[in-house]
């Protein structure tokens, strides 16, 4: 049949082979980096520095917003630096150490009582929302929230984010080319597209995220034990987290973030590892965080 395409499942033979020659050069390049934790091949395509420049930025342009609001009231704020000095102190004795030191560290504490939340940007910027209060309940909690999500800027799991979407897009940008030289109905055309990049969201961009909260709840809890708070609290955490959702989370295979009831089964496998680090400890102090307005 010369000078046609052959079609694949409605799509064209020129296609398909773009796409497998695709899968072999992803497949080869997403092998630059080894997580020290779990051995895991990441993809990375920007460098620590610009991470970290972007971090800085992204930090800013959050704590200047006139929309935002940040506590000055030292019962708010003393808890979550107290927090934060261990954790941050943790790091630097961890398989990430290098990188913790070289993270130029700050921490803000954001007054939004409706929003549970807290971030760590690239280069150690750290902020918690004062929301996040009545889920984490105490110091511990707060240590398990905020190992998390130390650990996201440390694995570099934005970096790797930006880096598999990068390829993603990359990919169908090839597919849509070879889709387009067809003579097949554009429609269809249109359709493969579409169904191209569901693929790409759900088949990898979403499991890489869910890897990496996993991770973050796993190196999490080490970093929380290494810095003298009992990692059980993660358990409390993540019920009490469900229960804030009210069942509103999203199903697992189309969310970004492992179920509530996936990741407390995976702390519980994950605790003997961490009390084993907890127990050789001196505690730290574990307050009640203190009160916000009923949400």
């Known amino acids: ?3 046609k395409l052959k079609m694949i499942g409605g799509v064209s033979a020129r296609a398909a082979t773009l796409l497998i020659v695709w899968g072999g050069v992803l497949s080869v390049v997403t092998g630059c980096e080894t997580n020290p934790y779990t051995g895991r091949s990441q993809l990375l395509m920007t460098s620590i520095s610009e991470e970290m420049q972007l971090g800085a930025q992204a930090y800013a342009q959050v704590t200047s917003d006139p929309n935002i609001r940040l506590s000055r009231d030292p019962r708010e704020v003393e808890p979550v630096r107290r927090v934060a000095d261990r954790i941050i102190e943790a790091a630097k004795r961890s398989k990430y150490a290098a990188m913790a030191k070289q993270f130029e560290w700050e921490v803000s504490v954001i007054k939004d009582d409706k ?4 971030f760590a940007l690239p280069g ?5 929302y004062t929301g996040i209060f ?3 309940r105490t110091e511990a909690g707060l240590a398990v929230v905020m190992g998390h999500e130390v650990v996201h800027a440390l694995a570099r799991h934005g970096a790797e984010r930006m880096s598999q979407g990068q390829l993603a897009n990359a990919a169908l940008q090839v597919a849509g080319a070879a889709i387009g030289a067809s003579k097949s109905d554009p429609l269809l055309g249109q359709a493969a597209m579409a169904a191209l ?3 790409a969201q759900v088949g990898v961009l979403l499991p890489f995220s869910r890897k990496h909260e996993s991770e973050a709840d796993y190196v999490g809890i080490l970093l929380a ?3 003298g708070y009992d990692p059980r609290e993660a358990i409390g955490l993540w019920e009490r987290m469900a229960a804030f959702s009210q069942g509103k989370e999203p199903v697992e295979f189309l ?4 179920s509530h009831g996936t990741r407390i089964e995976q702390l519980k496998v994950w605790m003997p590892e961490a009390m084993a680090i907890y127990q050789k400890k001196p505690p730290a102090p ?4 203190p009160a916000v307005p009923s949400q």
């Open 1 to 3: 049949m010369q000078g």
């Open 115 to 118: 929003t549970a939340n807290a």
């Open 124 to 128: 150690g910027k750290i902020a918690v």
């Open 134 to 136: 009545p889920i984490a």
């Open 197 to 199: 990049g569901l693929g």
């Open 225 to 227: 034990a290494d810095a």
């Open 255 to 258: 969310s970004t973030h492992p």
């Open 286 to 289: 574990n307050p009640l965080l």
